[in-house]
């Protein structure tokens, strides 16, 4: 009997790394057409090899409900930030929580360094972290990936969507 053969990967060239698992969540029948229509958008701007993106890999989670998502490894926290504030991430996103389109959405971050974010959107039951820990909402020091990683936020650009727009009534 031939013994397995077991590998590893040496990280340490890539100290500040960052993991992000995405999902994408059929609520409402309409929904499978938001994902389709997300599937190409999202190819053309991997297509376009934003500045710190090291791998994409496409997931499906489950045909039914359908639930299909992503697999992204960052260079650093800045990089990921910066692409989704910027075009087309950040239309994407300002559209998205103006309509879900029959759909929930969630990301999970992991950063080599450490610390561990997540956003849950009009998700019907709990996934991955939801399931472990005290569900919370967005608000405040938790409305941001940077302010769930209690990271500071000088020199930062905008969100694509801040917290006064997405809530005017906290005031």
Known sequence: MKPVRRETVDLSNFP????IYLGMRVRKPSGIKTILGFGPRISRSVEARPDGLLLHESLVYSLFPPHVGM??????????ERWTRSKPHADWWRQYLRNSGGTSFWHETYRMRGGIEAVYIDLPKPVGLMNLAPIRPAR??????RGRLHLSGEGVPRPAVAEEDLY???G
């Open 168 to 170: 005017p009534e906290r």
């Open 71 to 80: 697999r992204q490894v960052w260079r650093d926290f800045e990089s990921l």
């Open 16 to 19: 500040d790394l960052v993991v």
């Open 140 to 145: 405040g020091h938790l409305f941001s990936a």
